[in-house]
């Protein structure tokens, strides 16, 4: 009897840091981003990938929010997972933190064929923050990891090609407004997982793409690839072509490898052990691009495995499929139209005779023995009727920002539904302005909810009665359009009737950043946070994560323009648990030494502290420690991914 996929509820329980609450503070400020080439190259960059890199790079992560709210106390906790498995693979999906393949298992050996974490700790890896290592990823919106990295998405049942179940996993990407949809199936007796991808552009004009799926592998495994050259993207930020380099070449700091495959050539990468198994991943020819992404062998990048994986956990490395040849480029997803293409992930035996002699021709021997090119293209081609399927049994129920939208737009969208009962409390005041033309003034004194920015919604704002609610909105609206001379009259007037002015003052002390003038900010940042303070109401986690934010913001401008005294009087008003939070330890270090007392900063040091939401590529820690003295940094804040300039 044919045995064919098979689709369960399961419950992972893991050591796991809570994920906390999003940052209430709309991003304003222009995104602090790693991935951005030296204008010395362009010019000897092929002239599409020029194109797409200079093509609609994401200048602001509005209307999403910061997600900054996690710790790293790990608890065994339960997450919520579905399995889904046939004869010779068992796939554990995370619907409830990306849609992450957190583990696939080949049953017929029992291997691990990814990097499965140990634990779940997030870190400020994602676009707008919180990320966490290991398994498979989808990452769609722009250059890096996804908001929706530890999002729900919308998960159900669905007939699969081979009259088994298929899992659907969908989502409205809300940085370009795209609604998207990833089936996982299983065909019968199949040693491969299939993953069918499908972005829709429902606009009437074309949108900036950004699409790759990132797979963790362990780090001794040896990648393959059918290419010779690659694109170089290190720690000096410079895209450069160079000889596809040894496996067993040492990287001092984290580096990307994007690979020169060769038109034509089926699209693949391969990583393998010492005995010759390992994962293969490939894709129909729509997935062009291939990458390896190493952490190096410096201190830093061993320190950064150990803060996502914990001690003795074995490190990773990242093999990595996408749209383009590099992580740098957007590519045009034209209007009213959408793209496709299917994956495959699975085991692939090479004999450990030939490993020293592992050239990607037999490599790709091996593939085309296991999965013939011409069955992927055939199963391919099977699934795109599918693809409109109404999902059936709901597994999983992901935000209600894409149901906002088709509210809007009645747009029909097949296969990846959005209904009404998935809006929330979120999306309830702006239901309200699409019917009535009137954003409702809050019921009760709270942070202010998520702006909405695109052209459509700001135009409504424009149009309704102005309310300091409806300006507050309006000004963040007019900021992300560049519109910013009127997003701040749009502040200002709301300051004169608006019975809570922190959120405004905010807003304010962020445009005058912006414009350098840096005294002002700090005395609106310091009018802010007394206004929070007063208006506070609870010790909820809304409340609480708006204190640390604008605290954080006002501690930072304030020590900025040497207003030490009025520094330490925010820091006195913070409350103790927040004062505690790793962040806020390295912001008590810093006044601290701004108050000259030097000892006591490096106190803080030694008793040691932990910057749960440390970014990537930032180094902090490392500047303020080299403030106090000649010392070398200590290990354990050592999470330099580049040379540190002199």
């Known amino acids: 009897m044919a045995i064919v996929t098979r689709i369960r509820r399961e419950v992972l329980t893991l050591p796991a840091a809570e994920l906390g609450p999003d940052n209430p503070l709309p991003p304003l400020r222009p995104l602090d981003e790693v991935h951005r080439v030296d204008e010395r190259d362009r010019d000897e960059l092929p002239a599409d990938m020029a194109r797409q890199l200079g093509y609609e790079p994401l200048r602001s ?13 790990r608890e065994p906790r339960a997450l919520d997972a579905l399995v889904i498995e046939n004869d010779r693979l068992r796939a554990t999906v995370l619907p409830g933190l990306g849609g992450r393949v957190a583990s696939l298992v080949h049953l017929p050996t029992g291997r691990e064929l990814l990097y499965r974490n140990p634990v779940f700790q997030p870190a400020d890896f994602a676009l707008n923050g919180a990320w966490y290592a290991g398994g498979i990823e989808w990452n769609i919106g722009a250059t890096g990891h996804t908001t929706l990295s530890c999002a729900p998405l919308h998960a159900a049942r669905v007939p699969a090609p081979d009259g088994g179940e298929m899992l659907r996993l969908w989502e409205w990407e809300r940085l370009r407004d795209l609604p998207f949809q990833v089936d996982l199936w299983l065909p019968d007796g199949s040693d491969f997982l299939y993953v069918g991808v499908r972005v829709r552009n429902p606009h009437e004009r074309p949108v900036p793409l950004y699409w790759w799926s990132n797979t963790a592998v362990p780090e001794d495994r040896r990648v393959v690839v059918p290419a010779a050259e690659a694109w170089e993207f290190g720690p000096e930020r410079r895209l450069r072509r160079v000889p596809v380099p040894p496996y067993d070449t040492q990287h001092d700091y984290a580096t990307d490898y994007f690979y020169d495959v060769p038109d034509g050539r089926r699209p693949w990468i391969a990583a393998l052990d010492a005995d010759g198994h390992g994962l293969v991943q490939t894709s129909t020819d729509g997935l062009r691009g291939r990458k390896l992404f190493v952490w190096g062998s410096g201190p830093g990048g061993r ?14 490395r990242e093999i990595q499929a996408g749209l383009a040849r590099t992580q740098l480029e957007h590519v045009r997803l034209e209007a009213e139209s959408e793209v496709s293409w299917l994956e495959a992930y699975g085991p692939l035996p090479v004999s450990a005779e030939t490993a020293p002699e592992w050239a990607p021709e037999t490599v790709e021997e091996r593939l085309a023995a296991a999965l013939p090119r011409t069955a992927l293209d055939a199963a391919y081609a099977a699934w795109q009727p599918c693809a409109d399927t109404a999902p059936g049994e709901i597994l999983a129920t992901g935000s209600g920002w894409g149901a906002l939208e088709v509210l809007r737009t009645d747009w029909k969208l097949p296969g990846t539904p959005f209904a009404e009962s998935t809006l929330g409390e979120e999306q309830a005041p702006w239901v309200a302005l699409l019917r009535t033309g009137t954003l409702p003034e809050p ?3 709270r942070p202010p909810g998520p702006t909405l920015v695109a052209p459509i919604w700001r135009d409504m704002l424009e149009t309704a009665p102005a309310t300091p609610h409806t300006e507050y909105h309006l000004g963040v609206a007019q900021w992300h359009a560049g519109d910013r001379a009127q997003a701040v009259r749009s502040w200002e007037r709301a300051l004169q009737l608006a019975p809570s002015l922190w959120p405004l003052l905010r807003c304010l002390a962020v445009a005058d950043q912006e414009y350098g003038h840096h005294e002002r900010a700090a005395e609106r940042y310091a009018d802010a946070f007394d206004d929070l303070c007063r208006e506070r109401r609870d010790d909820g986690a809304a409340w609480t994560a708006a204190g640390a934010a604008l605290g954080r913001e006002a501690l930072e401008a304030l020590l900025r323009v040497r207003r030490v005294a009025d520094a330490r009087t925010v820091w006195e008003a913070l409350p103790p648990a927040t004062r505690e939070r790793g962040r806020f330890r390295l912001l008590a270090a810093e006044l601290l030494l701004a108050e000259g007392r030097r000892e006591a900063a490096r106190a803080v040091f030694e008793d040691g502290f932990e910057v749960a939401d440390l970014r990537e590529g930032a180094d902090p820690v490392g500047v303020l420690w080299a403030r106090l003295g000649d010392e070398p940094l200590p290990g354990r804040y050592d999470f330099r991914m ?5």
């Open 303 to 316: 320190r950064w495995q150990e803060w996502l994986g914990g001690p003795g956990t074995g490190g990773y």
């Open 61 to 73: 992560l509005l209307p999403v929010r910061i997600r900054d709210g996690y710790g790293r106390t």
């Open 642 to 646: 580049r040379p540190r300039n002199p």
């Open 443 to 445: 019921r009760r004194v």
